[in-house]
């Protein structure tokens, strides 16, 4: 039976701890894994699941976003009917302040009159901060067959796990949702990661919002620890490749893991019945020289590679030139790296520029990040 | 609904392509890779766009299934519009008669009202079996600059190969004096490089001139062109200078592949304001493993690299495991090859398996011995 599912990304909500890469961008558009951002990944898992019907969330900084999206064209969204929508931040004529939803509750809250229109049966929430190519379909398959009122997806925490923002930790019996808890680590009693996509019937995200409204909740865990105790609340634990991106370091952690790892990325990249879609640029293949020495890297479109590359990740339109090195670093669009110029563990933003023989370095616990446009 | 258009295209896609063998067996020849993530059919496509001209009729006849899943709406090239656009023009069954394309100008005569519902003032007729990068809108210019009846896009071939072209004898001010089809004894170098532009309504005169005319091979450089300079009419030639390459021929498309590498390549794909665009795959990043080494090489988006790449071009997803190697090839979209297996001088079409430890092709070979591989084949390694 075809999946009748709506969708809604919050692109936003956890942008206080990545300050450098969300300097002016929104969450959702920051680069992942070569050719994608990370809302590109949202949409896709929808998109794979026959959902067509999509709301993305924008609080702040989101032109970047909007200019990635376009149409929507790219991921099979430009409809006529439903479609992908960008609901911003209402400003009327009359308000003096404008009220910017800083939560999920209230994010939702805003959007109610959008929610009470939907006419399809269930509805899949999703954060952009969270990465990984899931079979969303079967979530709602599993979400139907247990009855359960609300289906969330987690991943048993790694052991070293320590997140910036607080994120939500669960504990299940026999997939039931046993306890909740905010937290940074995981706990012995509450091993499960919420990668914060959650399942449900329509009509219960509506009574959810309506509680929401007559108690003052703002948060998703408010939410949810009233409940869970007395609703079927289920978890579907997931065990592929999933990125939690709530600081720099775990950014820079699980990028460079998808050129090392070939099970992670397998897992987010090369399921082939679900592929992830991102903004097509038509650039042209990659140019590898006679000087060019790669080993276990990303490259995407309209690189030319003329010096060393190694265990990094290159956006569209990088450019390594003879005798340059590149060791252990993540390169946005357009980077120019000169003549004999080596870095190591470095996170250029797009268009910058490392001039012939500079030599770059950072550490794995503590990668260096370059701001857009600067010529080093 | 009126809609006018200045200038349409009517781009000729109904080629066999049949000197290009297995690659043109189940594919027609506007529909074969080129250059990694291309299809040749890109070139003239995002010609158009790029000069402007957002009409386009794509004449297909042979084979056209392959053709016209690439082709879709024409969205790749920002030709999917209310007004114009691209149109796909098979031959198809009227209420009197039903032909097959017998030529090229017999083509566009069954397509007279395709091209009357834009009443454009200029026609310009394209093939779909060249590599260039051109501005058409600098041609359209020039024709309308001289007030010729057609313009024909001329290019400067050696003249040892001149005898394999259409060739425009001009005057001093381009005008065209005589027009030889494919001459034993070519008077000058200056090819056709079938692109014409005529005014509309000449075009159509002309056409159906050659339509009553039962000897005719209802052809533009055999019928149409000679016919209007025996009326005396004016044909103009422009000159093209830029690269242009008929990838006609198993060694020419290979050639015109190689043209993309080197240090400072022919053809350069490159170039920002003047884009081929292509259909998108949606294939993940390209992955370079920890035993590959690519030298003077152009490597498309899915590929995964663990072996050696000298001197080729591989299309989407190729996989080249460890210790394979493949020189001086193109290799086309989905190829696997496994490990140890060689590659030289070859053109690998797409969905194939080089197995194990298997050879195809002969090292050291040239142009002149390119080994060519069906879509779908499965290559063994036979133990001696």
């Not at chain 1, 809250?109 to 229109?117: A, C, F, Q, R, T």
């Not at chain 1, 479109?301 to 590149?326: F, P, Q, W, Y």
Request: neutral net charge.
């Amino acid at each position: 039976m075809a999946i009748s599912a709506a969708g809604i990304i919050f692109s936003n909500l956890n942008n206080n701890t990545l300050s450098r890469l969300t300097r002016d961008r929104t969450v959702a558009a920051i680069p992942f894994a070569c050719r994608y951002r990370l809302i590109d990944f949202c949409l896709s898992n929808l998109v794979n699941a026959n959902i067509s019907k999509i709301h993305v969330v924008a609080n702040y900084n989101y032109r970047s976003m909007i200019e990635h999206i376009g149409s929507g064209k790219d991921w099979d969204l430009a409809r006529r009917k439903d479609g992908i929508n960008v609901i911003s931040p209402f400003q009327t004529a009359t308000t003096s302040s404008a009220k910017v939803f800083a939560t999920h509750m209230e994010a939702l809250k805003s959007m109610k009159e959008y929610i009470d229109e939907f006419k399809e049966e269930h509805v899949v929430l999703m954060d952009s901060d969270f990465v990984l190519n899931i079979d969303i379909a079967d979530v709602i398959r599993v979400h139907e067959k247990t009855n359960a009122n609300i289906t969330i997806v987690t991943k048993i925490a790694e052991k070293d796990y320590t997140s910036k923002n607080p994120r939500m930790f669960i504990s299940s019996v026999a997939g039931k949702v046993t306890d909740i808890a905010m937290n940074t680590v995981a706990s012995d009693s509450n091993p499960e990661l919420a990668l914060n996509i959650f399942v449900m019937k329509t009509s219960y995200l509506r009574t959810l919002i309506n509680e929401a409204e007559a108690y003052g909740l703002n948060s998703y865990t408010e939410m949810l620890r009233r409940k869970y105790s007395h609703s079927n609340y289920r978890t579907y634990c997931y065990s592929g490749y999933a990125a939690s991106v709530s600081s720099f370091l775990d950014y820079y952690k699980y990028s460079i893991e998808l050129a090392t790892n070939e099970k992670s990325r397998n897992s987010l990249l090369n399921e082939k019945s679900r592929p992830i879609f991102t903004r097509v640029h038509n650039s042209a293949p990659v140019v590898y020289t006679k000087t060019a020495s790669v080993k276990n890297s990303l490259i995407a479109d309209d690189c030319v590679i003329e010096g060393t590359v190694i265990n990094s990740i290159l956006s569209r339109g990088v450019h390594v030139a003879k005798g340059a090195v590149v060791k252990n670093s993540i390169l946005f669009q357009q980077t120019k790296v000169e003549k004999n110029a080596e870095l190591n563990c470095i996170v250029t933003d797009k268009s910058v520029t490392i001039t012939e023989g500079v030599k770059l370095s950072g550490n794995e616990t503590m990668p260096f990040f370059v701001e857009k446009y600067r010529r080093v | 609904m009126y809609c006018k258009k200045e200038c349409i295209a009517m781009l000729l896609a109904g080629g066999q392509g049949s000197r290009l063998y297995d690659l043109t067996k189940q594919t027609a020849k506007p529909a074969v890779s080129f250059g990694g993530k291309y299809k040749i059919i890109d070139f003239p496509l995002s010609n158009c766009i790029n000069s402007g001209i957002d009409t386009v009729g794509v004449l297909t006849q042979y084979q056209p299934l392959a053709l016209n899943e690439y082709i879709g709406n024409g969205a790749t090239w920002d030709l999917d519009r209310e007004r114009g656009g691209l149109s796909v023009l098979p031959p198809y069954q009227g209420n009197k008669k039903s032909d097959w394309y017998k030529g090229t100008a017999n083509a566009i005569y069954q397509n007279i009202t395709f091209i009357k519902q834009y009443d454009p003032d200029y026609v310009l007729i394209l093939s779909g079996d060249h590599i260039y990068r051109m501005d058409y809108s600098d041609m359209l210019a020039k024709h309308k600059e001289t007030g010729a009846t057609c313009t024909i896009a001329t290019i400067s071939v050696p003249i040892e190969e001149a005898s394999r072209f259409g060739i425009c004898n001009t005057n001093e001010d381009d005008t065209i004096y005589e027009f030889e089809e494919k001459p034993k004894k070519p008077k000058n170098n200056q090819a056709s490089m079938g692109i014409y532009i005529f005014n509309t309504k000449a075009l159509i005169e002309y056409l159906e001139l050659d339509e009553a005319d039962e000897s005719s091979s209802n052809d533009f450089g055999k019928n149409i062109i000679p016919n209007i300079l025996a009326n005396g009419e004016k044909i103009v030639a422009y000159r093209f200078d830029g690269y242009w390459k008929d990838v006609g021929t198993i060694s020419s498309l290979w050639e015109a592949n190689m043209d993309l590498i080197g240090d400072d390549p022919v053809l350069n794909l490159r170039d920002s304001q003047f884009r081929i665009y292509s259909k998108n795959q949606a294939r993940a990043p390209q992955f370079v493993g920890a035993n590959a080494k690519m030298v003077n090489s152009m490597i498309s988006e899915g590929c995964a690299i663990n072996g050696t790449v000298v001197n080729s071009i591989l299309s989407g997803g190729v996989i080249i495991e460890e210790g394979a190697a493949v020189y001086d090839s193109v290799i086309m979209d989905d190829v696997i090859i496994r490990k140890n297996a060689s590659v030289y001088t070859s053109i690998i079409d797409t969905d194939t398996e080089v197995t194990e430890g298997a050879v195809v092709g002969k090292e050291g070979a040239d142009k002149s011995e390119i080994t060519v591989v069906a879509k779908g084949s499965v290559i063994k390694h036979i133990k001696a």
